[in-house]
Structures are given as structure tokens and as C-alpha cells.
């Protein structure tokens, strides 16, 4: 059983940075690929990002590539998401989670298993 927080969310303006972090206890998620994903009112949870659980492979959604960057420090049992360039339409609640499966990268949510409570990142134009 893996827990995972999220930190990192708040007010910016267009054109602002922030840095998310996905912290884990318990089960650690070595070896276990991560996901970003972000959630908006009346929507969908949708992929924003992944890194694989060695940390060689990462995958983003078309609107975030080139503003984002996902990164894992295996040491502190932490994924991050720094978010450059942000947009008003960027504005959604994030979440981290973990699959069920070590042996590949999921891009979908039904694929994830743990999630954290999720931080909000609000976008000002």
C-alpha cells in the first residue's frame, strides 16, 4: 500500500512557474511508473503526465509538452511536475498517482491504482 501526498498547488499568474511534488510513504513506488493527471469542473480526470519507474521514459499530453516537465528522485520517494509557461487553461486540480503494475507506463486512469487528495493549481490571466 503506497500513500501518496500532492504539494505544490496555488495562484499564479499566466506566464508563471510552479513545481508540484508527489511525495510517497508506505510502499515505496520505486520501480513503479508515476502519473500526473488534472480534473476540472464537469469534466473528465485527464493525463497530464508520466514517468516510468525507472525514470528513463516520460510521456506527456500534447497541450503540456514543452512546459512541463515531469522528474522522480528515488532518494526522497518523490515525483515532481514543474509547470513553466502555465495557462489559464491549466487551471484544475492535480493528482498523482500509481498503477497497479510495475511493468509498464499507463496513460489512462482506470490503469492507476492509488491516487493522492489532489492539490489545485489556479491559473490568473
Known amino acids: 500500500q503506497v500513500q501518496l501526498v500532492e504539494s505544490g498547488g496555488g495562484l499564479v499568474q499566466a506566464g508563471g512557474s510552479l513545481r508540484l511534488s508527489c511525495a510517497a510513504s508506505g510502499r515505496t513506488f520505486s520501480g513503479y511508473a508515476v502519473g500526473w493527471f488534472r480534473q476540472t469542473p464537469g469534466k473528465e480526470r485527464e493525463f497530464v503526465a508520466a514517468?516510468?519507474?525507472?525514470?528513463?521514459?516520460?510521456y506527456y499530453t500534447d497541450s503540456v509538452k514543452g512546459r512541463f516537465t515531469i522528474s522522480r528522485d528515488t532518494a526522497k520517494n518523490t515525483v515532481y511536475l514543474q509547470m513553466n509557461s502555465l495557462k489559464p487553461e491549466d487551471t484544475a486540480v492535480y493528482y498523482c498517482?500509481?498503477?497497479?503494475?510495475?511493468?509498464?507506463?499507463?496513460?489512462?486512469?482506470?490503469?492507476?491504482?492509488?491516487w493522492g487528495q489532489g492539490t489545485q493549481v489556479t491559473v490568473s490571466s
Open positions: 514517468i516510468s519507474g525507472g525514470g528513463g521514459s516520460r
Open positions: 498517482a500509481v498503477p497497479g503494475t510495475s511493468r509498464y507506463t499507463p496513460r489512462s486512469v482506470g490503469e492507476y491504482d492509488y
